[in-house]
Every structure is written in C-alpha cells, then in structure tokens.
C-alpha cells in the first residue's frame, strides 16, 4: 500500500486559517464590527454586513488545543459558573475573563448572537455573555425537527432571519445589500455541499483523508461560510483528493481497520490519533466533521413533501436567500431525533465500509452525546460492530483520564485487529 | 393533611395503577410545560414522571453520565416498569437531557404513543406564539391518531377551566405564606404543587377546596426564618422538610413544581390554541427559557412580596440551564443584601441530599 503524502493545499489552508485570525485581531483596529456568536448562527448573513464573526466553537477548540483551558475554565469556575455545561462555552468566558486567547488579546463584541442549534446552551451561553459585556443580544431559535418539515416550520425559521438582518442593520447603522447576501448565502452552501464531496472520498479503500486532515480541512466549512476562500480551497483540495485516490495514496501508511469516530475530539490530546493511525485503526469518518456539511435528508419522519420542501434552490433576492438559510438550518435539525441518527449511522457504516467504533463519551457536549448509548447498543447489537465507549471532554482536560482511556483503545484495537 | 398530598406523591405508581383498571388513560411527560390542558380536553389524564427513589441503575446503558440525576432517575423508572401504566408519553421541548430520556424511553419501553413538541425556546417573539400554536394543533392531531381520542372546542375550553381551577386554588394557598408568621409551611404547599402533577385535577381540586377552607380556620402558626429556594425540578418534598427542620419557612420558591407550575393561567375569550400558547411561552419561564428576564423579574417580585430573608439555590446537578443563570441571579441577590446559599441536589429522590441540603440551610440562616 502506498505510504501516505501530505496534502499540497496544506500552504493554502493555513493562509486562510491565518487571514481568519488575523482578521479577528485586526478588526477592531480597521474600524470593523465584531460579533460574538455559537458556531452554528448564521454567519454568512453576518459576514454580508461586514462584520467579523468571532464562533465560539472552534474558539473554545483553539483554546483547548492551544493548551489553556486549564486556565480558562479555571477562570470560568471561579467566577461562579458550575463546571458541567459545554466546555466550549467554559474556555470562552474564561478567555473574555482573562483576556488570553489563542490569537492573543479576547477580540470584543460589538454585538452579540445566540442561535438554537440543537442545544439549550447556544442560547443561554451568549445571552449570559451579552449582559457581561452590555452589548445587544439576538437569539435566533431554531425547531429541533422530531416530525415532518411543514411550511410553517420554514415560515418561522425565515421571518427570525428577517428580524435578525434588522438586528444587524440597526447595529451597524447600514442596511444590508441584497447582492452580497445573496452571493454570501449561495458561497456558503456551496462550500458546505463540496465538504460534504470531500469526505466521501474516505468511502474509498484505502481511504485518502486522516481523521487529523479532518479535523484541520473542516474549518473553512465551519468559520469561513460565505466566502469565496472557503470554496475555492475546497475545489483544490477535491482536485487533490482525485488524484490521491487514482495513485491509491492512502491517509495512514496501513489500514488495518476502519474506525467511526463518534463526538468531538479531545483537542488537547490530538497525540491521540496520530498513535491510532500508526496502528493502522483509521478514521474513516464521524457525525462530528458530517454535521458542517450538507447531508441528504434521510430521517425516517420526513415525507416526500417535507423533503420537496427542504430542496435546495438558487437565491436570487433577500426572501429567498433567507428562505434557502432557513432550509439549510431545517435540513441539519432534523437529524436531531434518535431515529433519524440511527438511519444516519446506518447508512454511514455501509458507506464508509466501518469496522469498529470509537464512541467519545464527551462530558463537555451534550448535544452531540445525546442519545449516544443507544446508538452504540444498536450498532454492537444489531449491526455487530465492536464499539469502544470512553470518557472524556472535547475541551476540559480534567475530565480526561490520559492513562485509563489509551489502556482500554490499546486492547481494544488489539481486539478488533489492529493492535 | 400533609399526609394525604404527600401520600398521592409516594403511591402514586398504585394510584394510577387503579386508576387504569377504572379505564382511564394516563400519559406521561417529564416537564412543566407538556401542555396539559390538551391531553385532559383528549379525555386522558397527564401526569409528570417524577424518577424513582435513588440514584439511576439501567438508565447509564443509554445516557451518558454527563446527563442530571432528573434524566437518568426519569428513564431509569420506566425501564423499570414502575410507569407500565402509562398508555403514552408527551414532551414539549425543554433541554437536552429530558430530549434524550424522550428518545431512550420511546426506543426501550414498550409506549403507544409517544408524541413530541417542539417548544421555542426563544420565547417572547410574535413568531414563537405562532409557530407554537401550529404545534399544539399537530400535537392534537397526533394524540387523537395514536390513542383513539377526541379533542373538541368544547372539551378544550372544560380542560382550560380545570387546570386554570387548580392553579387558582393551588395560588390561593400559596397566598398565604405572606402572612407572618404563615399559617401553611412550604413543604406542606410543596407537596399540594407537586401531588397535582400525580392525580387527576378534577379530584385534586375536591382536595384542595376542602384543605384551603381548613387552613382559612388554622389557628397555628408555622415560625422561623423566611428562605426562597430556587432552581429547576424538584421532586423530592423531603428537601423542603429538611430545610424547614432546620428552624425556617420556605415562604417562596422558584421551580418547575412549584411557582412556574402554578402562577399564569391560560386566558379563555380568544382563540383557546393561541391562549395555550401564550401561556405556556408568556408563562414564568423556567432557566431554559429566554430571554432571561421573565425569570429574573419573577424571582424579584416574589423575594418582595413574600418578604424574603434568605434565598437557597437548589442547583440541580449537572444542569445547564440553572448553572447559567447562577452568578447573574447571585449578582443580583447581593445587591439587594439578600444572603444567599448554594447545595446541589439529584432533584428526585436521594437520600443523601437531605444532610447536604440541611448543612446548607444552618449555613445560610446561620444555625
């Protein structure tokens, strides 16, 4: 099997990471509007007025990686908050409180936006910030989607959308142009569906793309939506992908056994899967890098026309680019139900020709841990697939016992072959 | 008294055991606000599963261990059996440890029904009564499609007057803990909220009219420092009794089953959806509804007119919502010279919070 390369966009994707930070701690310099916000708001509309996006997600992540969330969350506990809500959401507050960040200084918020987005914390933990700072507060709520997608169900999501727009006109003192909506809303889905293209090229075998490239390649999808960068180094890496997969270039020297990796990663601990790919345990795919793209709607709740409803269309005016926003966010939601994450995993393990699981039984997310157990029960039980269970924090060391948890993967890759 | 409301607490799994074999269907649901004014208009009767004595067994095969005690203690009692009475279960969306007992518990114990509301959680918006109101309709329509039912407009309208009766009555006793000293302790109110949530309202309402013309004629007087506990679900009258043992009176409280159960009724005049509706979103909200003022507001108001000495933050454990909310509520105490003290709780029965819970009160009132 041919030894793996490094990818050649690797350059181009670190100028854009680096152009998104550099962006955020300049801005205020360069007379911009700042936002606070949770990851999944809608920051292609935002980016349209202008504003730099600050994404509390992948801030929390790049705090925990960066080797400060013993600090931050330190910082977060001794200000009054417990220690059991998102540890995202703890290295963020932490970091507004200590101002120490990955990119230096806490860039402020002129405003401040929460966005229901399958958890109760994307709204509470922004609404709390935005009396911190006394800086205005929008919440965006966003249907969870247990049923079927009605008309109603669209209504509700575009006419928040149309208010928010209003939000940010008034906190800019400009009004938003129709054009650069649209091109931002139509520049955003598309760099979503084509990071949807580039992970299915790990269906292959063997499969071109490292959990650690994931990891790395997933930001433009989460923080650049809306930007032409975010789409044009997608289409380079696609490119790159192609010619990967015809030379038979794999992601890890050897490919023992294809692994589902379930929940966030422990981002001060990315040792971890360098280890797993030098034992050949390669993660072919997880829900967690799935989530920033677009996937087809295959919840067993929706009917043939709460998915008519749910086809994407080319916005070209500012009803319609909400409208196609509020599609996108509709689509997501409604893989929120355990029975639309069954048929999700279903799916994926044929797809991907998965092996064996990895469930990151994450304290720190519990959204994406929800309903987890079930999920791995009916994996191991009717799919027959071992599955590891283990636990941890994506961005709170202190719940990560280093010794215990390589212990248990050691035998249970030795279990499952790869040992 | 006490032991009647707390008996409909402790047999409740016998009661409605009974009440099954009479032919009444019961259903389920795991929050405040399962809009219960449409499952009784359904001609079922709603009841709130409280979560068994202890910590949770069965329930950590499906929920992780980062989800609070209410979750696992919920899902852990129907995997037990102790709720096969149940023909169904509602939930309206609240947070996502409940969401995820709502999924364990339709997947692994055999349910008729099992019906899901989708609750804004953005709550003060035009939209959200909107878009609400279509989600009662639906949530209507599946009820009658799954359990054989009716809803009519009339039925409606019966079913808001009768839950409007109780809180109304159930507001009336808990009027008079303004007094003081108060005629009526907290937990013996504590114990009328929670026993309404496990018994059928028209004969609870029997209860309580016959409890409230006692207490209008009690001579005695319950005495001793004036706290406020506030938090999220509590279903565990033991802790207000540790509190009060410990030579106070809880003259107001802050929870789901408490005064957010009770305090809004639904308006009658309109359109009865739209009422629902607003209720439920206008109601006093709970930590994991927004904007935070509602709550904020409410807890003020009641530390005034029930002339608060002390407050006890009940902090469910590993609860977002109410941890979120903690050092604003905390901010806002201090400014007005209020002390304050904090103790976890599992929120259902647990043993063990009682010394905890008790050592908090000494600290607090300064025993």
Request: with cysteine; proline share 5%.
């Amino acid at each position: 099997m041919p030894l793996s390369e490094p990818f050649k966009v690797f350059p181009l994707y670190k100028e854009l990471a680096d152009s998104y930070y550099t962006r955020l701690r300049s801005a205020k310099k360069e007379g911009k509007l700042v936002s606070w916000g949770v990851v999944l708001i809608p920051s292609e509309i935002v980016r349209a007025m202008d504003i730099e996006p600050v994404l509390g997600e992948p801030f929390g992540a790049a705090c925990a990686a960066g080797g400060l969330a013993p600090e931050l969350t330190a910082a977060t506990e001794k200000y009054g908050f417990g220690r059991d809500f998102c540890s995202y959401s703890r290295n963020f507050v932490g970091a507004y409180l200590t101002n120490k960040s990955p990119i230096g200084e806490m860039p402020l918020p002129d405003l401040v936006i929460g966005c229901k987005t399958g958890c109760n914390d994307h709204i509470a933990w922004f609404e709390t910030l935005s009396k911190m700072v006394h800086k205005p507060y929008f919440g965006i709520d966003m249907p969870v989607v247990y049923g079927d997608i009605q008309e109603y169900h669209i209504s509700y999501v575009q006419s928040q959308l149309e208010n928010f727009v209003r939000f940010l006109e008034e906190v800019s003192r400009r009004k938003m142009v129709e054009e650069k909506l649209v091109e931002a809303v139509t520049l955003s889905h598309k760099a979503r569906a084509l990071w949807t293209r580039v992970l299915e090229y790990n269906k292959k075998v063997p499969s071109p793309l490292s959990f650690r490239n994931q990891l790395s390649f997933m930001l433009p999808a989460v923080s650049l939506r809306g930007t032409k960068g975010a789409v044009d180094f997608y289409l380079a890496l696609i490119e790159e992908l192609e010619d990967k997969v015809k030379r038979g270039v794999a992601a890890a020297p050897r490919e023992k056994v294809r692994i589902l990796w379930d929940n966030i990663p422990p981002w001060y601990y990315m040792q971890l899967f360098r280890y797993l790919d030098e034992k050949g345990a390669v993660i072919v795919v997880s829900p967690y890098v799935a989530l920033f793209g677009v996937n087809t709607p295959i919840s067993p709740t929706l009917s043939a026309q709460g998915k008519k409803l749910l086809q994407k269309k080319e916005p070209t005016n500012f009803k319609e680019a909400l409208r196609e926003v509020a599609k996108d966010y509709l689509l997501s939601m409604s893989f929120e139900n355990l029975p639309a994450k069954l048929a999700w995993y279903r799916q994926t393990v044929k797809d991907y020709n998965v092996q064996a699981a990895l469930f990151h039984a994450n304290l720190g997310c519990k959204n994406l841990s929800l309903n987890k157990g079930d999920v791995a029960k009916y994996l191991e039980e009717k799919l027959k697939m071992p599955v590891l269970k283990f636990e941890g924090s994506n961005a709170d060391p202190k719940d990560f016992d280093e010794k215990g948890t390589v212990g248990k993967i050691e035998a249970f890759l030795k279990r499952v072959g790869a040992g | 008294m006490k032991k009647t409301f707390e008996s409909l607490i402790q047999d409740r799994h016998n009661n409605l055991r009974n009440l099954k074999q009479q032919g009444r269907k019961i259903v389920g649901y795991f929050c405040s606000y399962c809009p219960e004014e449409i499952v009784y208009a359904a001609g079922l009767v709603p009841v709130r599963v409280l979560g068994g004595e202890g910590l949770y067994s069965s329930s950590s095969n499906y929920l992780y261990s980062c989800y609070c005690s209410y979750s696992h203690g919920c899902l852990n009692e129907g995997l037990k059996g102790d709720t096969d009475y149940l023909a169904g279960i509602v939930y309206a969306y609240a947070c996502e440890h409940t969401r995820g007992v709502f999924d364990s518990w339709r997947m692994h114990i055999p349910t008729k029904y099992a019906g899901f509301l989708d609750m804004p959680a953005w709550v003060n918006t035009s939209e959200a009564v909107k878009f609400y109101t279509e989600e009662l309709k639906g949530f209507k329509k599946g009820l009658e499609g799954a359990l054989g039912v009716k809803v009519t407009e009339e039925s409606l309208v019966k079913a808001i007057e009768l839950c409007n009766r109780s809180r109304s009555l159930l507001r009336e006793i808990y009027q008079l803990k303004k007094s003081s000293p108060p005629v009526v302790s907290g937990a013996e109110v504590f114990s009328m909220v929670l026993s309404s949530t496990v018994y059928p309202k028209d004969e609870h309402n029997k209860l309580l009219t016959r409890t409230l013309a006692g207490l209008k004629r009690r001579k005695n007087r319950v005495g001793g420092k004036r706290l406020m506990v506030l938090g999220a679900d509590l279903h565990y009258p033991g802790i207000i009794a540790a509190i009060e043992g410990q030579g106070a009176v809880v003259v107001a409280d802050e929870l789901c089953t408490g005064s957010r159960y009770i305090w809004e009724d639904v308006k009658l005049g309109g359109d009865p959806w739209e009422a629902i509706a607003c209720r439920y979103l206008g109601g006093i909200n709970c930590p994991v509804k927004h904007p935070m003022e509602g709550r904020l507001s409410h807890i003020e108001k009641m530390l005034q007119e029930f002339a608060v000495e002390g407050v006890l933050l009940l902090d469910n454990d590993k609860c977002d919502p109410v941890e979120w909310a903690e050092p604003l509520i905390k901010q806002m105490l201090q400014k007005k010279n209020i002390p304050w003290s904090s103790v976890e709780i599992a929120g259902i029965a647990v043993k063990e919070d009682i010394p905890k819970v008790a050592e908090a009160t000494r600290k607090l009132i300064g025993g």
